[in-house]
């Protein structure tokens, strides 16, 4: 038997937890045939929303997802499709986050880019723009206390009359096709008139990160930083066999030294990524280029900065012959930013400060967004 992965494994922990047990002060689970509860709240596109915005409509289908989700990430274009489906036949159709993104741990970010605030939702709207209204409600989480969201994706479907038709998942499935079109098929019956033939399903996804949550975030970040940093010496011929990389992992290599100050600027960003996705087949290395009787000060760097990853200073006689091992393509600056596939193709490179953003998306393109 395969062992179960520990992300998988910790969502089917969240999904088992007793709602009793999770929920929140303020939280009501909608029950069918309750009315649709008000909001007020800023979306992507910079406008303010509110349930009286969406009066004109036949059917309200409000879905509370997120960024970092990888659920959510299956859903997104089973989302839009929805959209674009219905649209013309008096359906809305709107997205809400509801987390505190405060309240999401660095580990729990293994297969996003982003986190759930609300500048990283703008960010992923640019990247994949909502044509319907994405909004944000991990400020104050009152919307989501109130409609009872249980995890990401959950849907609402509504009538007319504003009364909750059906309360649960999008379908059956995630990344396979799916054989139950729950969602879809309460959609019809509320366009045709008719009763929906199941009201509330089950909901499967990642347990809405409420803010009584933000406790655990923050012991983990304390517990990160306690773990050891260490620093060992690398060759020439060590820096050709990692360039290789014939290992399973997806390498992300930071090429650094303790006198460049835009290097030390960016090991923090280092940091948070490898806090990110080092539960998955990802490895951080870091090359630094001090002088060997320098090793101290720079061990001492990276202690400071909690790069606890695999860390190395460089031996070698030969700059250029270092540089030709690493990558032919490198023109010499530091910092420099490798992202190497396993097998040895570099997917990213970057000469100069790094764009944080360009490489965490270098990493969930390789890796994926989903489970």
């Known amino acids: 038997m395969q062992p179960v992965r520990p992300a998988i494994a910790l969502t089917v922990l969240c999904l088992l937890i007793s709602p009793a047990l999770a929920e929140p002060p303020g939280f009501k689970a909608l029950a069918i045939g309750d009315p649709a509860p008000d909001f007020k709240l800023p979306g992507v596109d910079g406008k303010t929303y509110a349930l009286k915005d969406f009066a004109e409509a036949r059917v309200l289908v409000v879905i ?25 036949k008096g359906v809305a159709l709107v997205a809400i986050s509801p987390n505190d993104p405060l309240a999401v ?10 986190g759930d605030s609300f500048e990283d939702m703008k960010v992923r709207s640019k990247e994949k723009p909502y044509p319907f209204p994405y909004l944000y409600d991990g400020e104050t989480q009152k919307t989501s206390l109130t409609y009872g969201v249980l995890a990401t994706p959950h849907v609402f479907v509504f009538d007319r009359d504003r009364k909750l038709r059906y309360n649960g998942r999008i379908d059956d499935a995630e990344v396979k096709p799916p054989k139950s079109h729950d969602a879809r098929d309460a959609i019809e019956a509320v366009i045709a008139g008719k009763p929906v033939p199941v009201e509330k399903t089950r909901v499967f996804g990642c347990s809405t990160k409420w803010s009584d949550k933000r406790e655990d975030a923050r012991r983990a970040l304390e517990k990160w930083d306690k773990e050891p940093v260490t620093l060992d ?32 600027a960016e090991l923090p960003e280092f940091v948070t990524m490898n806090r990110m996705y080092r539960r998955r087949e990802f490895e951080l290395v870091t090359l630094c280029l001090d ?31 270092f540089a030709e091992a690493l990558d032919k393509e490198w023109p010499g600056p530091v910092p420099y930013t490798l992202v190497v596939a396993p097998g040895g193709k570099v997917i990213y490179r970057k000469s100069g400060p790094v764009e944080p953003l360009a490489v965490r998306r270098a990493v969930v393109g390789f890796l994926g967004r989903t489970y």
């Open 64 to 88: 509370f997802t997120c960024n970092h989700c990888p659920t959510a990430n299956a859903y997104v274009d089973r989302i839009h499709k929805l959209h674009v489906d219905y649209k013309d």
């Open 105 to 114: 741990r660095l580990d729990e970010l293994g297969y996003t880019d982003v």
């Open 233 to 264: 010496e690398i060759d020439d011929a060590g820096v050709a066999k990692l360039a290789k990389n014939d290992t399973k992992k997806l390498l992300v290599i930071n090429v650094w030294a303790t006198w460049c100050a835009p290097c030390v």
């Open 291 to 321: 002088d060997p009787e320098k090793k101290d000060a720079a061990l001492k760097t990276l202690q400071e900065k909690k790069v606890a990853a695999t860390n190395f200073l460089v031996r070698t006689k030969d700059r250029d012959k």
